[in-house]
């Protein structure tokens, strides 16, 4: 009997050093952390016919303010000559840079980029 006493003595104070509280986390909790928020933006870049300057294109979404500022930015960037200006005006204005992917193409044999696409980010404040 005292051995069974003893053993369940042990099993309880075990039992209660090594268990824990439990806290409920809530949403509220949660979308008080204030967990950051991004915009994209997909800068598509191709060379022009006989011409060192540069045609951009960039779509940063399908709501009417942003296509808007899309368009801004393209008119801004176009004509530029390098794509390093490029990517130095949307650095300036907030963005990071993602991704970059080239856009290649091939004819009989031969091929080369036919552009680039640049994918940025921007911190929603």
């Known amino acids: ?54 045609k951009v294109e960039v779509d940063l979404g399908d709501t009417p303010e942003q296509i808007r500022e899309g368009e801004e930015y393209s008119e801004i960037l176009t004509n530029k000559k390098s794509y390093a200006a490029i990517l130095n005006y949307m650095v300036e204005s907030q963005y990071e840079l993602v991704e970059t992917l080239e856009r290649n193409y091939s004819k009989e044999g031969t091929g080369g980029t ?9 911190r929603n404040n």
């Open 1 to 54: 009997m005292r051995i069974i006493l003893t053993l369940t003595f042990i099993a309880a104070i075990s039992f209660t050093a090594f268990s824990q509280d439990v806290r409920e986390t809530r949403i509220e909790t949660r979308a008080q952390a204030q967990v950051p928020t991004y915009s994209y933006a997909y800068i598509s870049v191709e060379g022009k016919i006989l011409s060192k300057k540069l």
């Open 114 to 122: 036919a552009g680039i696409i640049f994918i940025m980010k921007k």
